[in-house]
């Protein structure tokens, strides 16, 4: 296999032993590495978890339309000062993109008060799935994080960091390519700044996944999977272990896509810092402690961040 470039991700099955999602058990202990290992050399994974009804995730995409459909003087007022956090699109960039954000949606009160902003005259139905939805979301990445700090021996940390840390809840559409174009970038190559993020895509594809060789990794994602990505702020807690997953959306053909995904990080007040256990000789510390919101500050910023690669060595490397 050496020189062959990678044609897919790994795909996880946390469906075929329940049993293995038990901390402690042998299985627990076998997913864990499995795990591991998939974010360490890719960076993400393809996951198959049946804690999501289908007909939930259904009912989203189905009210991602009608949210996509209202007036963009509706949608502005998603709006937050935090970075990535309100509406984002009308982009020259990347024109085929748009997207809105609810911060921490699995709390009924800012489920509410997105709908109501949303539609002042009321839309319970929406509410309820996003609340219910964004809840077993954050659900799945608290069960990933929690398999990630045992497979390093520090699930010690797990709670009181899971504690600390805030969601974002996404809803994305990628319109197609204009008429005549064969394809066109939905979403510019990037790492996610974040901790984790857990996509659900539709059917239409055009997510793509970069080696740590360079080859770009086209995926066509299973029906009613996941995909699971690390960030850069995972990174630097793991001491450089954690491979950040490059990827881009690329459209082609004649339908839009949609995804909606949970983006975990820590808040605002708290520290990143690489745990002791993960520093040892063959890993000499690599990242200083650093608060989240200021590295992607730094990242955005228009003269250091964007455009280097290596932005966390610089801002955060020791």
């Given amino acids: ?33 499995e795990v591991r290992a998939a974010l360490e050399m890719y960076g993400c994974f393809e996951l198959a978890y049946d804690g999501l009804p289908v007909q939930l995730r259904d009912d989203m995409f189905e009210a991602m339309k009608r949210l996509f459909d209202l007036p963009l003087e509706t949608k502005l007022k998603n709006y937050s000062t935090k970075i990535y956090h309100g509406y984002i699109g009308q982009s020259d960039v990347v024109p085929l993109y748009e997207s809105l954000g609810v911060e921490d949606a699995s709390r009924l009160d800012a489920a509410r008060a997105f709908t109501d902003l949303m539609w002042p005259e009321g839309n319970p139905w929406f509410c309820d799935t996003l609340k219910s939805l964004s809840e ?55 790492t996610d700044k974040n901790l984790i993020t857990v996509l659900c895509p539709n059917e239409v594809e055009g997510l793509q996944v970069q080696s740590k060789a360079g080859h770009w990794i086209h995926l066509t994602p299973r029906n009613a999977s996941f995909i699971v990505m690390m960030g850069d702020a995972f990174k630097a807690w793991s001491n450089g272990r954690l491979h950040p997953a490059k990827h881009r959306v690329v459209m082609s053909g004649d339908k839009e ?51 280097k690669e290596n932005a966390l060595e610089i801002y955060a490397g020791v």
């Avoid at 470039?5 to 590495?33: M, R």
């Avoid at 990933?144 to 045992?150: G, K, L, S």
């Fill in 136 to 190: 077993r979301m954050w659900e799945l990445e608290n069960l990933v994080r929690r398999m990630i700090y045992d497979s390093y021996g520090a699930g010690k940390y797990c709670e009181l960091d899971v504690e600390n840390s805030s969601s974002i809840f996404r809803v994305m559409k990628y319109k197609a390519p204009e008429q005549g174009e064969e394809s066109a970038m939905g979403l510019v190559a990037h």
């Fill in 257 to 307: 896509r949609f995804s909606f995904g949970v983006f975990s990080m820590p808040k605002e007040e708290v520290t990143i810092e690489v745990p002791p256990e993960l520093v040892d000789r063959d890993h000499p510390l690599l990242f200083k402690p650093f608060q989240y919101m200021d590295y992607v500050s730094f990242y955005y910023s228009t003269d250091d961040g964007m455009n």
């Fill in 1 to 33: 296999m050496g020189s062959e470039s990678p044609t897919q991700i790994p795909f996880i099955d946390f469906c075929s032993d329940p049993g293995a999602l038990e901390p402690g058990s042998v299985g627990w202990s076998l997913l864990c590495q």
